[in-house]
């Protein structure tokens, strides 16, 4: 079922000042297909909670409101809203079964027990859970309990599935399966989801579209290729991944509507921007680290800058530079297959240089 918040706003009293109000959320506005995934992402005290929480029913917007399908369920309690909340902290009961804690929600409502111990089995072989039908959870390993909990959620078939940083408590290899896991479950069962974050990897890997947050306000709605390649400002482009901001200056805006740009010593043609400049308007070049070729350099060449290599972090597939351009700009970059390409040293002077089609424009 679809999901429409609508001009969301939320406010808390200051509990340090009586008289002073805080702004958690403001005039949110978005919509969530049927069967889409979609992670709301950003620092801690953009909102993302909040908003969830509204979603859920666990707190009332001050403003706005909430729409499931075509019903307004803002007066609606948590239990009556058709959505199923999977905590980070599991909250698995510990003297109930792997099987008894799945059907619990079935039971509550008043299932036949039949019904109940077919549903059960079945959503364990799809989760991989068979085994472990009688295990207690304290028997079980930090992934084995999410994916339990999961189970537990979705056996009730909600409307609405919504995640609270569901692998915060797990270690960094397991929360890189659960990941790619927690997708394959959500979209085998096509259910809305939204998945609050503040891992950019755990966000581009789960999701169909993200919602970057900041301050309480959307900075930008749209796929992880969208978010990471055409970055709305500065704070996407700087939140999500490393990136290069380079200073430039626009030369012309020809018919196609793309822009003649000039960078360092060079002038390019950039096909993406987010904004309408004009000639002389100063502009942020975007780059990220991974685009840039890395060279012998000449003072001479025709690239876009040459720099001496201030750091270089060889990381087997892959090797980190930092580069001192005019003695001032430090600029990242990502080289690969060192093998081949060779691993430049501190000191060395290089070009940079990268193809215009993976930069992006953005105004000051």
Not at 117 to 127: G, L, N, P, S
Not at 168 to 192: H, P, V, W
Request: hydrophobic share 40%.
């Amino acid at each position: 079922m679809s999901l429409k918040l609508v001009n969301i706003s939320k406010i808390f009293k200051d509990p340090d000042h009586a008289n002073k109000e805080v702004v958690a959320v403001e005039d949110v506005n978005l919509e969530i297909n049927e069967g889409e995934m979609v992670s709301f992402l950003g620092p801690s005290g953009c909102g993302k909670t909040t908003t969830l929480r509204i979603v859920s029913g666990f707190e009332n917007p001050t403003t706005g409101e909430v729409w499931l399908g075509d019903k307004m369920i803002n007066d609606l309690p948590p239990n009556k809203r058709d959505t199923a909340m999977v905590f980070q902290s599991y909250a698995i009961f510990p003297h109930l079964s792997v099987g008894q804690n799945i059907a619990f929600g079935l039971e509550l409502k008043g299932v036949k027990a039949d019904i109940v111990k077919k549903e059960v089995e079945a959503i364990m072989a799809t989760m991989n859970l068979t085994e472990l039908y009688n295990r207690s959870p304290d028997q079980l390993s930090g992934g084995q309990q999410q994916r339990v909990a999961l189970a537990r959620s979705i056996i009730n078939k909600p409307s609405v599935l919504l995640f609270d940083e569901p692998l915060s408590n797990l270690d960094a290899k397991l929360r890189d399966l659960m990941r790619f896991e927690i997708r394959r479950i959500q979209q085998s069962f096509g259910i809305t989801s939204i998945y609050v974050t503040h891992d950019q990897a755990e966000a581009m890997t789960v999701s169909d579209r993200i919602v970057v947050m900041n301050e309480g306000h959307i900075m930008q709605v749209g796929t992880p290729f969208e978010i990471y390649s055409h970055p709305a400002n500065k704070f996407v482009a700087d939140f999500i991944g490393r990136v290069n901001f380079l200073d430039s200056i626009v030369e012309e805006k020809n018919k196609d509507g793309k822009y003649l740009v000039h960078i360092g010593k060079n002038v390019k043609l950039i096909n993406s921007s987010t904004g309408n400049f004009t000639k002389g308007d100063k502009v942020l070049t975007v780059i990220r680290p991974e685009s840039l070729t890395v060279s012998i350099g000449e003072k001479d060449s025709g690239s876009v800058y040459n720099g001496v290599v201030e750091k270089a972090v060889y990381l087997g597939a892959t090797v980190e530079y930092d580069i001192m351009v005019d003695g001032r700009e430090i600029i990242s970059a990502v080289t690969h297959n060192p093998v081949i390409e060779g691993v430049f040293k501190s000191g060395d002077r290089v070009n940079i240089d990268f193809d215009p089609a993976a930069a992006h424009l953005l105004g000051e």
